[in-house]
């Protein structure tokens, strides 16, 4: 493959080795010091070589002569000196065609690491819960899990897309409850999981209410609710395999995933596995007794923990006084049947940082328990989401649902573009892609630990670095290929800066595949993707394409243009963004 950094980092680790055999430098090292230089004065990649003299006990002029001397690579036309610098020059016509061809050639695997052939990847993301609001804080597990399925899947992973549903505990108690006192079906139909809210909200609000006045006429200002009683009860029966109850449940959870399915269809996400956490409640005890078996479990105040003290962590709590299990518990018994079920080489888990401290506890606790695929566990975090700028409706009060989110981006492109498209259609269809893909587009644009505030206007503005922007300039990738035609190949016409920076863009896409999936960071992919659109944007401008006099130029940016649309199509369904040929 034509990895420039790689390949050259690999011929100079080969060339060190020969030169200065009493050296240990990997290939990897040398990868890590190499940078592309901010000034193109500079060349396409430079080793400053400072940063060998300690290894090579030389000076780093002496090691850039020798190494200048020694190196050859087909895809270099010059290596020169400059300081104690190496600066290394592409060949243009020569490289550019390589680049090309080799995206003709491997089509929509081009880019791909293929490191992860015959291995297996568990990814557990988005896991809403069942009859609470699916708002703005779940987009990020939502896109950056699913990102990181397809960055996996892309690498040749076998993966396994696992929404952990929080569909069990005693807020269905209080669900029951609520509905059979104040509800009726009708209305659960038509209005779907934002009813099963509001009369969440509901009885919580009342068992507050209760308890304030149970607590004001009580002397000790002891608290009592009769509404919570009536629902712990519920529960209990629901525990116990109550028929009425387990008919109730299982509705609740079917009516709330039928509206998450609607927000996962607009994002083209599927899950191969709905298994949430009510299916583990009876792999539970069996982790429990291996616990109690091995001397880990301690009782703590009627509660039994796992002490984490020496690993400079507060307790980690497997039971309540009242004996029930608690949410490690249920993480810990996921992952050990997921272990026996797919047997993965890597398991992700992809929530908000607030999540870290359980994930840190609970893999201990794995370690502990001489399970060894501990080191197989990983979680990834996102920071929060804040909203400024956007009014949106809401029926929650304070939180921002997702699909009210998305309407609004729908809604607003809509009107942008119905306009240019009178068939309405047709327009809803490029409005859901275009809108959709805006927030997408937003969200993952920062490095997903950083906190983000959204901004409405800034992710569906068509002239800024934006999710539209990108898709326009993939819809302008289609609209010159759709009218040149013949062949698409690159001829030996001499190339102009622009077509090189455009070449030298297509060629990075590998390495920045393999960085996104290394720092399981899926914004390397849309920075990248903003840079490809920039120098295929300035490529677009400075050179006629279609219109070009001579032939042999024209070809090679038809084909340019033909790299360009593939590597942008691969890029942008990497980070869950649709690609519409029109817009
Ligand atoms: N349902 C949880 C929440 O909304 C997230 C679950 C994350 N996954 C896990 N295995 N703990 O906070």
């Known amino acids: 493959m034509l990895n420039l950094k790689k390949n050259t980092a690999s011929a100079i680790a080969a060339l060190i080795a020969e030169k200065y055999p009493a050296a240990?430098?990997?290939?990897?090292?040398?990868?890590?010091?190499?940078?592309?230089?901010?000034?193109?004065?500079?060349?396409?990649?430079a080793l400053p070589c400072f940063r060998l003299s300690k290894?090579?006990?030389?000076?780093?002029?002496?090691?850039?002569?020798?190494?200048?001397?020694?190196?050859?690579?087909?895809?270099?036309?010059?290596?020169?000196?400059?300081?104690?610098?190496?600066?290394?020059?592409?060949?243009?016509?020569?490289?550019?065609?390589?680049?090309?061809?080799?995206?003709?050639?491997?089509?929509?695997?081009?880019?791909?690491?293929?490191?992860?052939?015959?291995k297996t990847v568990v990814l557990d993301y988005s896991s809403p819960n069942v009859a609470k609001p699916f708002h703005i804080g779940h987009l990020g597990t939502t896109v950056i899990g699913h990102s990181l399925k397809l960055l996996h899947e892309f690498a040749g992973y076998k993966c396994v897309g696992i929404n952990y549903l929080g569909d069990w505990g005693t807020q269905f108690g209080k669900?029951?409850?609520?509905?059979?006192?104040?509800?009726?079906?009708?209305?659960?139909?038509?209005?779907?999981?934002?009813?099963?809210?509001?009369?969440?909200?509901?009885?919580?609000?009342?068992?507050?209410?209760e308890e304030d006045a149970s607590a004001a006429a009580s002397a000790e200002g002891v608290k009592s609710s009769p509404l919570a009683d009536a629902a712990r009860a519920e529960f209990k029966k629901l525990e116990e395999g109550n028929e009425e109850n387990i008919a109730l449940w299982k509705w609740?959870?079917?009516?709330?995933?039928?509206?998450?399915?609607?927000?996962?269809?607009?994002?083209?996400?599927?899950f191969d596995s709905y298994k949430g956490e009510s299916f583990y409640t009876d792999k539970m005890p069996a982790q429990v007794q291996r616990l109690r078996d091995s001397g880990l479990l301690k009782i703590d105040d009627g509660a039994s923990i796992v002490d984490l003290e020496p690993y400079g962590m507060p307790p980690c709590l497997i039971l309540k006084r009242d004996g029930s299990t608690l949410y490690p518990t249920r993480d810990i018994a996921a992952a050990v049947y997921r272990k026996g079920t797919y047997g993965f080489d890597k398991a992700i888990y992809v929530t908000s940082a607030a999540q870290s401290l359980h994930?840190?506890?609970?893999?201990?606790?794995?370690?502990?328990?001489?399970y060894d695929w501990y080191d197989k566990l990983v979680h990834v975090p996102y920071g929060t989401v804040s909203i400024n700028g956007a009014k949106l409706a809401t029926r929650t009060g304070n939180v921002i649902l997702l699909k009210d989110?998305?309407?609004?981006?729908?809604?607003?492109v809509y009107d942008i573009t119905k306009e240019k498209h009178p068939d309405p259609a047709e327009c809803a269809d490029i409005a859901e892609k275009v809108g959709v893909g805006a927030i997408v587009f937003y969200y993952l644009s920062n490095n997903r630990m950083r906190d983000i505030n959204f901004m409405m206007e800034d992710a569906l503005s068509f002239d800024g670095n934006t999710g539209p922007y990108v898709q326009y300039t993939y819809a302008r990738t289609c609209s010159v290929l759709e009218k040149a035609d013949g062949a698409v190949a690159m001829t030996d016409a001499a190339l102009g800066e622009r077509e090189m920076e455009l070449a030298k863009a297509l060629s990075r896409f590998p390495e920045r595949v393999e960085a996104a999936l290394a720092e399981y960071e899926p914004s390397l992919i849309t920075r990248y993707i903003l840079d490809l659109c920039a120098a295929y944007n300035g490529f677009y401008h400075d050179c006629s394409i279609l219109s070009c006099e001579d032939a042999s130029v024209k070809q090679s940016r038809i084909a340019l243009t033909a790299a360009t649309r593939r590597v942008l199509k691969t890029a942008l369904h990497l980070i869950c963004m649709q690609s519409?040929?029109?817009?």
Not at 63 to 74: D, F, N, R, V, Y
Not at 88 to 117: D, H, L, Q, W
Not at 580 to 583: L, T
């Open 405 to 412: 989110l998305f309407a609004e981006a729908i809604s607003r």
């Open 175 to 209: 669900l029951i409850v609520a509905y059979k006192k104040w509800d009726d079906k009708a209305a659960v139909e038509e209005k779907g999981v934002d009813e099963l809210v509001a009369l969440y909200v509901r009885i919580n609000n009342e068992i507050k209410a």
């Open 580 to 583: 519409p040929e029109k817009i």
């Open 252 to 270: 609740f959870v079917a009516v709330s995933l039928e509206e998450y399915e609607k927000t996962y269809r607009q994002l083209g996400i599927t």
């Open 359 to 370: 994930f840190a506890q609970w893999f201990k606790v794995v370690e502990m328990m001489g």
């Open 55 to 118: 290894s090579l006990r030389r000076s780093p002029m002496e090691i850039a002569k020798t190494l200048a001397e020694g190196i050859s690579l087909p895809e270099l036309a010059s290596v020169e000196v400059q300081g104690g610098y190496l600066n290394f020059r592409v060949n243009g016509v020569a490289f550019a065609g390589r680049v090309v061809r080799e995206i003709a050639e491997k089509g929509e695997t081009y880019g791909s690491p293929m490191c992860g052939e015959g």
């Open 24 to 45: 240990t430098l990997s290939a990897e090292e040398i990868l890590d010091m190499l940078e592309y230089p901010p000034d193109k004065a500079m060349g396409d990649l």
